[in-house]
């Protein structure tokens, strides 16, 4: 891979579409693309809404007010809402939909007549959503946009956000490698993704002929979803179909220039525009929080496993530098792992470890008023353990609960036991939801992103402007001084 220009320099005068714009990864990536190139032309940003006005609406307060253009604001001042009329355009639109909904038709031709990348980050990111919900997004969805690229004119590259969780129930080194029709992580064979279309909308139909209710027929949807993905060797219904999807674009892709980026878990920005920056608790954060609250004292993982995590501005930047680096190459379809059990492991006990010294420090006030003191976590290093531990300390004495609720029918009794039964209803669907990412024996391979690291490093201005080498990160400062901070701060959580 070679690479003698500039990144910035290459973005100058280009017109790039987003999917996703509303959400955590588009807007860092946005925010990052108007900060270095201001000459950039036009970005269109698609944008779920039902017209011109609600798209505007959203992308004024859902994107330019979030606390994340504050660098960017401070830069251009009073100016700054005239830069951005300048160069972005809001789309309504819907992925779901051929050429993704957009229905005014002047601006599809200017779309197709301009666009020279597209960038498709646009998903439904609840791992365990309806079937037909996630289907019609992740898979088909992404679908729409790659056929809508392929009438683009002038289209230099399409850039697909994916997850490395595709690689779904696996264990070992995980290769950048391109997923083939119907291939499947435990080799289970006959996956068919029009099939699987089929068996959505037959289920719906028998579900709307059992005259099924709402709440039935979305508690069966999200089963299905389920099912058909841990038939596969995947561990929920948002890998599966995000699998899928790479499975589609690969195969129907033609000539086009296919990136598929692949992050791990995506954490706070870690250095720009400022560090901490995060919109959401993800995966992890969900039980560090639930931590710092008093509801768990455990912490789930193997010591000989890794966590793999990987802060949103390097996972922008690589995305940047690929975007640039294969711009106008058709030839091969580019995988990317965005990631750091490769070059920069990090393991669930020293993550426990950095939630408990900085919940010592930094201890979350109860609803009394008073600080919740954190014990060091115990480690639970399977799920089998995790089991044991909910079993003997919450499971038996919920079943006393019940047994004291029934003879006494005392309020005491009969509250405690409603809210452990909460308590434990939380933390296992916790368990259940994020289980497979932390009991996951599998490091992501990088060499590809190695190798565009490499390309872009001989312009040492272009390596310091977007860099991604994880080998950067001192986890430990990173965690305590950087990533729970932000969590708390930008998602107003009293931690
Ligand atoms: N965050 C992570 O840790 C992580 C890790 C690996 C891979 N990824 C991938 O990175 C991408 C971005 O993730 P994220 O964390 O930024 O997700 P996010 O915050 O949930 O944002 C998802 C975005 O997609 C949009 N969207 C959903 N359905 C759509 C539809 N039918 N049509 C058009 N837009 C639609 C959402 O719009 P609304 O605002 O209207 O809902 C939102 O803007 C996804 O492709 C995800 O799979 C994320």
């Not at 197709?112 to 997004?137: G, H, M, P, Q, S």
């Not at 033609?254 to 692949?262: E, K, T, W």
């Not at 969900?286 to 390097?314: E, H, R, W």
Request: one cysteine or more; glycine letters at 6%.
């Amino acid at each position: 891979m070679e690479f003698s220009g500039n990144i910035v320099k290459s973005l100058q005068n280009k017109s790039i579409l987003v999917t996703g714009s509303t959400g955590f990864l588009a807007k860092i990536f946005i925010e990052k693309i108007l900060s270095v190139q201001p000459n950039v032309k036009k970005l269109f940003l698609l944008i779920r809404a039902t017209d011109t006005n609600s798209a505007k609406q959203r992308l004024h307060e859902e994107v330019m007010q979030n606390n994340l253009f504050k660098v960017l604001r401070e830069k251009y001042g009073e100016d700054f809402e005239s830069f951005i009329l300048n160069k972005v355009t809001p789309l309504p639109g819907d992925v779901i939909y051929e050429n993704m909904g957009v229905q005014n038709t002047e601006m599809l031709e200017e779309m197709l007549k301009e666009v020279d990348i597209i960038v498709n980050i646009a998903a439904n990111t609840r791992f365990d959503e309806r079937y037909d919900v996630l289907l019609e997004v992740n898979t088909f969805g992404s679908m729409n946009v790659l056929n809508f690229a392929k009438k683009c004119v002038k289209l230099e590259m399409l850039l697909h956000v994916s997850t490395a969780y595709v690689c779904g129930e696996t264990s070992g080194v995980i290769l950048e490698k391109p997923f083939r029709m119907a291939e499947t992580p435990n080799g289970e064979l006959g996956l068919d993704i029009l099939q699987e279309q089929t068996i959505v909308k037959d289920t719906l139909n028998e579900l709307r002929d059992l005259n099924a209710t709402k709440e039935e027929q979305r508690s069966a949807m999200k089963e299905l979803g389920m099912r058909r993905a841990r038939l596969y060797g995947w561990p929920n219904t948002y890998t599966f179909t995000k699998a899928m999807a790479e499975m589609m674009m690969g195969q129907c892709r033609g000539n086009l220039p296919l990136v598929i980026i692949r992050p791990t878990v995506v954490t706070s920005t870690f250095r720009e525009p400022f560090p901490g920056w995060i919109e959401g608790t993800r995966h992890v954060d969900s039980l560090a929080v639930a931590y710092g609250n008093g509801k768990v004292k455990c912490f789930l993982g193997n010591p000989t496993y890794v966590i793999d995590m990987i802060p949103g501005d390097m996972v922008v930047n690589a995305m940047i530098v690929a975007m640039v680096i294969h711009a106008n190459q058709s030839s091969v379809e580019y995988i990317y792992h965005i990631g750091s059990s490769s070059k920069n492991p990090c393991t669930p006990n020293k993550i426990a470890d950095f939630g408990y010294k900085y919940f010592v420090k930094n201890p979350v006030i109860g609803k009394n008023g008073k600080p919740i003191m954190v014990k060091r976590p115990t480690l639970l290093t399977s799920m089998a353990s995790f089991r044991r531990y909910m079993s003997t300390r919450y499971i038996l004495p919920l079943k006393v609960f019940k047994v004291a609720n029934v003879l006494c029918c005392c309020n005491y009794y009969h509250q405690s036991y409603s809210l452990m039964k909460k308590k434990i209803g939380y933390v296992m669907y916790l368990v259940k939801l994020f289980g497979p990412f932390i009991y996951f024996n599998g490091i992501f391979d990088d060499q590809n992103t190695d190798r565009l690291r490499t390309a872009m490093n001989s312009n040492t201005v272009d390596a310091e402007t977007f860099y991604f080498d994880p080998r950067c990160i001192d986890w430990e400062d990173y965690a305590i001084n950087i990533h729970l901070p932000g969590v708390e701060k930008y998602n107003n959580l009293k931690l």
